[in-house]
């Protein structure tokens, strides 16, 4: 058995290592090389874990994107109630997003440990710091000769950040039907909020909200610029659908899983939320300034306006012009629904058709009421941590989303911050000077270790 210590620096020198592996992931033009080429990565995770004495495996689509599989096989041991014992991975991915070094302090690949104990660089937050975390919780299980009563899987994958190839998790669950887990704990939660009424939550991840982009196109007659009022002009009519658009937030759309989010926060029953949705919100928002824009986003369907096109010449009044609205659904939204809202908003009078650039991608949620939420607060109450854990929607994807979908019922998004503070990882997150305190490293090495004798042991 690791001391504390041992384990501390250890985790640290795991997540430096990823760090500086440049595995950054976008369109090859955009990047000016390869995306991604995450095997480097998953090799070194490989050869880490396999002296620990796991078992691992790489499993690629393409050879410079592989996906890492270890696991420490269950003895298939009944539980203390009796029943089966339900088997835990511990997932994550291993590209980032591009980063730009002109913006950061530190070099982004450098992996610099800073004099107040600060782990600056790409992944230091999203999420090489947890890929590092579980797999030392890993290994150390692994030396210490634990034998899990169902198995521990976990699993590194390639290309979560971007997708479009389609090498990460999505194609490796559909490639390897073996890899089934009942319970996946991921990116997307752990942030620790301390509330105005004094109080103290930390988030868990337990689903995501999905896209279904639309354009907006309203339909004119074109015209010679230097009389504006002959034809009608499609872009003073954008004007008018995009006045009613405003930001963007949504309409109320009734959900039973944001009503309790909303609950919780406010410590409530949930049907009393549904009676004054509007005002539980703005009650429950004014308790952090992170669930300030958070919460009021998840009350339904979003429609951002982003992308404009008008005339392609100044002294053409164009027939069409267009926006396009990002829409962000909740789990369970039809492409009905989005219409429905999206026409609601834009009302009658002016001529416009809706085009669907993309596909609908549904977002997904687990319950909040599972065994794992209960063995993570066991082990947080035991850890002295008495920080009530917070069921939270996301507002990005995650892979739980293909997860979910391939039939794992239970996947959250936990590691837990103390030192890292919410707004320290909203700044850094998918921006420059991502940074982790490394107190928080071996924090979230102590709950996997735990969390997993607690639940396999
Ligand atoms: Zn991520």
Not at 59 to 85: F, M, Y
Not at 308 to 333: H, Q, W, Y
Not at 385 to 395: N, Q, V
Request: aromatic letters at 6%.
């Amino acid at each position: 058995m690791s001391t504390p210590e041992e384990l501390q620096r250890e985790v640290l020198e795991v997540a430096r290592t990823l760090i500086r592996f440049d595995t950054s992931n976008a369109p090859e033009a955009a990047l000016g090389r390869p995306p991604g080429q995450e095997t480097a990565a998953a090799t070194y995770l490989r050869d880490y874990l396999a002296e620990a004495g796991v078992d691992c495996e790489l499993v690629a689509r393409e050879p410079g994107r592989a996906n890492l599989v270890a696991r420490i096989p269950g003895t298939g041991a009944p539980g203390d109630d009796g029943g089966p014992v339900p088997s835990l991975a511990f997932v994550g991915h291993l590209d980032v997003v591009p980063a730009d070094p002109r913006d950061w302090t530190h070099p982004p690949f450098a992996a610099v440990v800073d004099e107040g104990g600060w782990l600056w660089g790409r992944g230091a937050i999203d999420m090489k710091n947890e890929v590092a975390a579980r797999a030392v919780a890993m290994a150390e299980l692994a030396r210490s000769g634990f034998r899990p009563r169902a198995d521990l899987w976990f699993i590194a994958v390639a290309d979560e950040e971007d997708g479009m190839y389609d090498v990460g998790m999505r194609w490796l669950l559909e490639a390897r039907p073996d890899i089934r887990p009942d319970l996946a704990i991921n990116e997307g939660g752990g942030e620790r909020l301390p509330l105005a009424d004094g109080r103290v939550v930390q988030t868990v991840g337990i689903g995501e909200k999905g896209t279904y982009p639309v354009r907006v196109v309203a339909h004119g007659e074109a015209g010679h610029a230097s009389t504006p009022d002959v034809g009608d002009n499609a872009v003073p009519l954008l004007g008018e659908l995009l006045r009613r658009v405003g930001r963007g937030m949504p309409s109320h759309t009734p959900s039973p899983l944001v009503d309790r989010i909303v609950a919780d926060l406010l410590g409530t029953p949930p049907d009393e939320v549904g009676t004054d949705f509007e005002g539980a919100v703005a009650r429950a928002a004014a308790l952090h300034p992170v669930l300030a824009h958070t919460l009021p986003a998840l009350a339904g369907t979003t429609m951002a306006p982003t992308l404009l096109a008008g005339s392609g010449k100044r002294n053409v009044m164009p027939a069409r012009a267009s926006f396009e609205l990002d829409c962000r659904i909740l789990p369970g939204t039809s492409a009905a629904d989005v219409e429905r809202d999206v026409r609601a908003r834009l009302g009658a009078g002016v001529p416009y058709e809706l085009e669907w650039p993309e596909h609908l991608v549904a977002g997904s949620a687990s319950t909040p009421d599972s065994r794992l939420m209960d063995a993570m607060a066991r082990v947080l109450a035991a850890s002295g941590d008495d920080a009530a854990l917070l069921p939270m929607l996301g507002t990005g994807f995650t892979d739980s989303v293909y997860l979910r979908e391939a039939g794992t019922p239970t996947a959250y998004g936990f590691s837990p911050f103390r030192a890292t503070s919410a707004e320290v990882i909203t700044a850094g997150f998918h921006n420059a000077d991502e940074r982790v305190h490394i107190e928080d490293l071996a924090l979230s090495v102590e709950f996997h270790l735990d969390l997993a004798r607690d639940l396999l042991g």
